[in-house]
């Protein structure tokens, strides 16, 4: 069984090192940077849902993080009820995949400013989203994955990223 695991994780990973980030990479960040994380939200724009699903079952059995999907809505009423479901999780971080139409800058500062309110981190995909406030973005740049941190938002959610996980960022924020 476990052999089967690794060769489907490989085969996998190598696939997924071609496209962009995938949400089994961002997985994989996430509990190198913040061991205690044991669930993963990811919120999503709506026209990705099936990919995103897709992801999120594979990354969960490769990451042993449970991972729970939201589609992007723009309905306030659907955001609060979003916002509460994960609110409810116990060591949760939030992966915000933006889209300019749904997940535009101003619905992301919504979110992470929401999710700081409870300590929650949140990973963005769009680079650079740490000069807004999300602690971490995750991104794709030519063939490699970035890591950017905000160490503001880090030192608010009481985050202590290690030497050697640092080494391998990019401090857009002291």
Do not use: W
């Amino acid at each position: 069984m476990k052999k089967g695991i690794l060769v489907i994780t490989f085969v996998f990973l190598s696939f997924t090192l071609i496209k962009s980030q995938t949400i089994t990479q961002m997985g994989f960040i996430i509990k190198k940077a913040i061991p205690s994380i044991k669930n993963i939200a990811v919120i999503h724009p709506k026209k990705m849902h099936d990919k995103i699903s897709k992801e999120a079952r594979m990354a969960q059995i490769i990451t042993k993080k449970k991972f729970t999907i939201y589609a992007a809505v723009n309905r306030k009423d659907e955001i609060s009820k979003q916002i509460y479901n994960i609110n409810r999780l116990k060591d949760v971080a939030v992966i915000i995949i933006t889209d300019d139409d749904i997940l535009s800058i101003d619905s992301v500062k919504y979110l992470f400013n929401k999710f700081n309110e409870q300590k929650i981190p949140v990973i963005s995909n769009r680079k650079k989203d740490t000069l807004i406030g999300v602690l971490m973005t995750i991104c794709k740049n030519e063939d490699k994955i970035e890591k950017h941190i905000n160490k503001i938002v880090a030192s608010a959610l009481e985050i202590s990223f290690s030497e050697e996980f640092l080494s391998e960022c990019i401090i857009d924020v002291e």
